[in-house]
């Protein structure tokens, strides 16, 4: 069993910056990847990025690469995602996943445990 708790959601303007962080408990976290995904209000879940259980691979969905990062802190049992240049479109609840397939996958699916999300609200 892994817990995820996301944190760092709120309030920015466009062209603003965020970092979220999602802190993990449980199973050992640095076996599992790390997934980010977000649900806008009336649209699917879609995927962000991930990072694989090394932090050496990692992905992005094309809507927000060279905008956002993705990192791991396996000492702290943290992953963060900064979030840079952020646009309204990038408003929705953002959450953390954990795969223990450890590659960090884009399909929501793979992942077995979830945290709560965090909103994020961009203004313009």
């Known amino acids: 069993q892994v817990q995820l708790v996301e944190s760092g959601g709120g309030l920015v303007q466009a062209g603003g910056s965020l970092r979220l962080s999602c802190a993990a408990s449980?199973?050992?976290?640095?076996?599992?990847?790390i997934g980010w995904f977000r649900q806008a209000p009336g649209k699917e879940s879609e995927f962000v990025a991930a990072?694989?259980?090394?932090?050496?691979?990692?992905q992005y969905a094309d809507s927000v690469k060279g905008r956002f990062t993705i990192s791991r802190d396996n000492a702290k049992n943290t992953v963060y995602l900064q979030m840079n240049s952020l646009k309204p479109e990038d408003t929705a609840i953002y959450y953390c996943?954990?795969?223990?397939?450890?590659?960090?996958?884009?399909?929501?699916?793979?992942?077995?445990?979830w945290g709560q999300g965090t909103q994020v609200t961009v203004s313009s």
């Open positions: 996943a954990a795969d223990s397939a450890g590659y960090g996958s884009g399909d929501q699916y793979e992942y077995e445990y």
């Open positions: 449980g199973r050992t976290f640095s076996n599992y990847a």
């Open positions: 990072i694989s259980w090394s932090g050496r691979r990692t």
